[in-house]
């Protein structure tokens, strides 16, 4: 019953949408640089921490919050984000979100203080909601059949390849020590680029807009911040700041905001109104599975990359530049299998994803078994067999789960669709920092498991999850 109300509704949506000039090769190179710049810069930041510690004398908290304060607006405002670009332009959208990124990014490099990082950094986040959407919409609307296969192929490439070069570009750029800027560079890099980019998506990149624009859904879109506000605050927070009576009480709140907020679209859908987020667009098979899915996904993914750089650094002591390198096998083998995803989805259907999470689980497993045994003497090649694997796995994995939720997003509510994927898949990352990096913090301080046993505990129980997506997976509909 749910599926059969879901499937016509988009394809009334789908139809009435009006023809979007087609995305040309140079225009699709362009988007991806656009979304390369936002995910570069949440994982940026990682390897260079301890370096901005001693340079502005942060506190633990305060140091948490610069990454925290990007991923919190970066996650609140994405939907919104989307909602913005189908209704004024995701052109338009694009290149104003691409502007306001390259200006934080300014003011993140040329930061005086902590406090002011860490304001410039929310500022940052805020831009890259407003950017990272358009890619997805921009990509849909002007791609179909083989071609947007390819394209959200290329687009998961791009976000799997710049979560690891995130880690290595910050850890090269801090251990030069640039003009002896020490961790400026991080963020000034991005100056360039993206004035380039906007000088390139002038010219090569199409607009669309939805046929049928919706309004802003004002209570949506406060409950919804309210939603992730509540949960990632405290999460991201609170072990920092030592659990003070707000954290609980914010995270008291977190379910009956989620089931206002549920309230509220299922209200407003019924009443023929706009939401924010449309139920019936969650109750479509490839959107509800993908989604449920994406979760655990990108929780694993996100607190592996924090617990796997903090380990390196602080346990194995290889510094920024060698625990950047130390990703390396991994970056290769994730680019290059996510190019190939869309032959073996066109070959394959639906084993892909399943096969890919097995592929995953016994990286995870290789690695924990590589660590015991030659702890504490560990090198980079003794990594990389477990970190080729490991990448294989996420790369079978991240593309086709695109391709699975947003083949059934009809074309005027791609920005919706794109938003709601990428605030699941943000939120996501940093609960699984949140959750495992806490319990890594706990575990690896003198006295208690050490750094050896934390990092083995933890990589155990990705494993454990990376085994449960392979299961789910199965239940995913053919990406074809």
């Not at 003011?107 to 358009?134: F, H, I, K, N, Y």
């Not at 800027?181 to 807009?209: K, Q």
Request: net charge positive; aromatic share 8%.
């Amino acid at each position: 019953m749910t599926t059969s109300t879901a499937a016509p509704a988009s394809a009334t949506v789908a139809a009435g949408a009006p023809a979007s000039p087609g995305l040309t090769q140079a225009g699709l190179v362009t988007v991806l640089l656009g979304a390369a710049l936002p995910i570069i810069d949440f994982f940026i930041v990682n390897v260079a921490l301890p370096t901005i510690d001693a340079d502005l004398h942060a506190s633990t908290a305060t140091l948490e919050l610069v990454v925290a304060a990007y991923g919190i607006a970066y996650a609140v405002l994405l939907v919104l984000g989307g909602r913005l670009g189908d209704a004024f332009g995701r052109r338009r959208l694009f290149l104003l979100g691409l502007m306001l990124f390259t200006v934080t990014s300014l003011a993140c490099g040329v930061a005086p203080d902590a406090s002011t990082l860490v304001l410039a950094r929310a500022a940052q986040g805020a831009a890259s909601a407003m950017l990272l959407p358009q890619v997805l919409s921009i990509i849909q609307a002007g791609t179909t059949g083989e071609r947007r296969a390819r394209a959200l192929g290329m687009f998961g490439a791009t976000g799997g390849i710049c979560t690891v070069v995130g880690q290595l570009l910050g850890g090269l750029l801090v251990a030069a020590d640039l003009w002896g800027a020490s961790w400026r560079p991080i963020f000034l890099v991005n100056v360039p680029i993206g004035i380039a980019g906007l000088l390139l998506a002038r010219r090569t990149v199409p607009e669309s807009r939805s046929s049928n624009p919706l309004g802003v859904d004002r209570w949506g879109t406060s409950l919804l911040a309210v939603s992730l506000l509540s949960l990632l605050i405290p999460l991201m927070e609170g072990r920092a700041l030592g659990w003070p009576w707000w954290t609980i009480a914010l995270l008291v709140l977190f379910p009956f905001a989620v089931y206002g907020f549920a309230r509220v679209e299922s209200r407003l859908e019924r009443a023929g109104g706009s939401p924010l987020l449309p139920p019936a667009l969650l109750r479509t098979p490839g959107v509800r599975h993908g989604l449920t899915l994406a979760v655990p996904y990108f929780g694993v993914f996100g607190s592996f990359m924090f617990v796997y750089a903090v380990t390196l650094q602080s346990g194995l002591h290889l510094g920024p530049l060698g625990a950047g390198l130390a990703l390396t096998p991994l970056a290769v083998a994730y680019f290059v299998t996510s190019l190939l995803t869309s032959r073996l989805v066109a070959r394959f259907g639906r084993r892909v994803v399943p096969t890919g999470g097995l592929i995953l689980t016994a990286g995870l497993v290789v690695l924990a078994v590589s660590t015991l045994l030659a702890w504490p003497d560990v090198s980079i090649w003794q990594l990389a067999p477990a970190m080729v694997l490991i990448g294989i796995g996420n790369g079978m994995t991240t593309s086709p789960l695109f391709r699975v939720v947003l083949s059934q997003v009809p074309a005027d509510l791609a920005g919706v669709g794109g938003g709601v994927l990428t605030t699941t898949q943000q939120t996501s990352l940093a609960l699984g920092v949140a959750v495992f990096g806490s319990l890594f913090a706990s575990l690896s301080v003198p006295g208690s498991a050490g750094y050896e046993g934390a990092f083995v505990l933890i990589i155990g129980l990705l494993a454990g999850l990376a085994l449960l997506i392979s299961a789910l997976a199965r239940k995913l509909p053919d990406p074809r």
